[in-house]
């Protein structure tokens, strides 16, 4: 019974589109929680970057249910941008755009 299980998964992921897998990705790593760091620059010099951020989110619009061009989410602001958290450095809320900010969002190794 296990075998016929597990390939009736497999054939239904396969058989979904790549944006539906990445959907099931993405609430499968909202699930489990990571320890991310988004750091945003201004050409090629670092000028923001916030720690241990469970997620990042695509807004919606409220009545539309289409995607809104800017992403969301909550993390540590790293105001001297040392890559540690410090005192005095607290959990803020944030937004950027998806269109005009140059970003590199990674998990914190």
């Known amino acids: 019974m296990k075998p016929i299980l597990l390939i009736a998964c497999v054939l239904l992921l396969a058989s979904c ?5 990445n959907k099931i990705g993405r609430a499968v790593q909202n699930w489990t929680g990571t320890n991310g760091v988004l750091e945003v620059y201004a050409g090629d010099k ?11 989110s695509t807004a919606s619009g409220t009545s539309s249910g289409v995607d809104r061009p800017y992403r969301f989410g909550y993390g540590i602001m790293d105001t001297n941008l ?12 944030f937004e950027f755009s998806d269109y ?6 990674f998990e914190s190794p």
């Open 17 to 21: 589109t790549q944006e539906s897998q």
């Open 46 to 56: 670092l000028v923001k970057r916030f720690m241990q951020i469970d997620k990042l």
């Open 82 to 93: 040392n890559g540690i958290s410090d005192d005095g450095e607290k959990k803020v809320y």
């Open 100 to 105: 005009s900010t140059s970003y590199v969002f």
